[in-house]
């Protein structure tokens, strides 16, 4: 059976009736602003302002059921935008007392704002009145709370990501050091990040201080720091280039500073980074379904560990194509009579849940016969360009994972695989 956005929309639009009062909420850091109206539109009530505690969470509360039982509303529906990190308290305490909390998306609010009153101008009013129309006209989505372990990868994710910008960071800076200081060092190291070239740089970093050493002594330097080191040779190499170096000989006491600095914010990154990726794994073992996920050859803890920290609970989406909408990844296209415009990623969903499910589509073209069989013939039989049928391919790991996770079933090579190569 066929997964038909249209029918999804009609039932977000049938599930609002005359029952409901509609909470539009603007959040904001300090103070958010609340309107209602009724399932037709009609504003209820005057507008509130309440401060981002439980004082003001209990005040909205208090102002919705007295507007509900005022009009004879028999439920309470409030919608609101992501707006940063500052919904989430709102949105979980919301939840904790049993009111649906739905969100809209803050690019179509801002589409949406000339609807109610045909001018550009923008208010926090305005805004949350515009927000409980969206929701009135069915433009929302459901927040689906996640378990304990869920929200742990999202947390531990986000933290990886941050720790991996800082690792990179500093690598790069160290990087430049050795251009401005010691150029001749990857004569001798390739990898400037790599173990030897790590303790050359913890040990004698500038060449000043190589000129005057024995290779012997570099070498037992090295021994301090790694049990296989690269060897006498090399030491003497080392040598020989520090005497004829042509980095700077300036400053040379401020450099070494500098230096010690990033490898102190290297070795802490790479601390945190292990850090965070066993407590990944460990969170990855509390899920029934992720140990069969992890069976599919080509799919990582970590490229698995994003996709189930932005998507949730995988066996909650309706389709493969849900969790496509939910990254951004369904198709937008731009047409009018004649004239058919280019068919282009909406990009309209989350970021980092399109990256990982990029990066394991990627691993599964270059280790999982299957996929990579599957792109051959994208390419080579039906003259596909290479990043659509990656694109495509990115369309079937979803509704595997969504399929895989709904009926708790391991891996199968054969529904995979189309039906032309099942017939040879």
Known sequence: MKFKMEDKQNQLIERISDRHLIVGVDIAQQVHVARAVNFRGIIIGNPLSFENNEEGFAKLLNWSNQLKNLKGFETTIVGMEPT???????????????????????????????????????????????????????????????????????????????????????????????????????QVFKD????????????????????????????????TKMKRHAGFKKAQLLIDLAKRSV???????????????LLEE?????????????EVTEALNQITFARKLLAIKGISKITLAGI????????GFAHGNSLLRHAGLHLAEASSGKWKGQIVISKRGRSRLRRFLYLAT???????????????????????????????LINKL?????GMAQNNESYCSKKVQPITLLAA
């Open 266 to 278: 290297y070795d802490l990154a790479t601390t945190q980074l292990e850090r965070v990726e066993k």
């Open 308 to 315: 189930l920290g932005e998507a949730g609970d995988l066996s």
């Open 192 to 223: 400037v990040k790599g173990k030897g070239a790590i303790a050359t740089l913890r040990l004698f970093p500038t060449p000043l201080e190589l000129r005057s050493m024995k290779a012997q002594e570099i070498v037992d330097g090295w021994r």
């Open 398 to 402: 979803a509704r595997i994972l969504v």
């Open 84 to 186: 940063g990190h500052y919904w989430i308290n709102l949105s979980k305490w919301l939840y904790d007392q049993n009111i649906e909390v739905v969100t809209v998306n803050p690019h179509l609010v801002k589409k949406n704002k000339e609807n109610r009153d045909n001018t550009q101008s923008k208010s926090d009013k305005k805004d949350a009145l515009v927000i409980a129309d969206m929701v009135k006209n069915g433009y929302y989505s459901f927040i689906r709370p996640t378990s304990e372990a869920f929200e742990k990868l999202r947390v531990l994710m986000s933290n990886r990501d941050m720790t991996v910008k800082r690792l990179v960071s500093a690598i790069n800076q160290i990087n430049r050091w050795v251009d401005v200081v010691f150029p001749e060092l990857r």
């Open 362 to 392: 990627m691993s599964l073209v270059m280790n999982n016969p299957d996929f990579k069989e599957l792109h051959s013939t994208n390419v080579k039989e039906k003259k596909m360009k290479k990043i659509k049928s990656i694109m495509k």
């Open 247 to 261: 980095g700077t000989h300036q400053a040379l006491d401020a450099y070494k500073l500098h230096l010690e600095q």
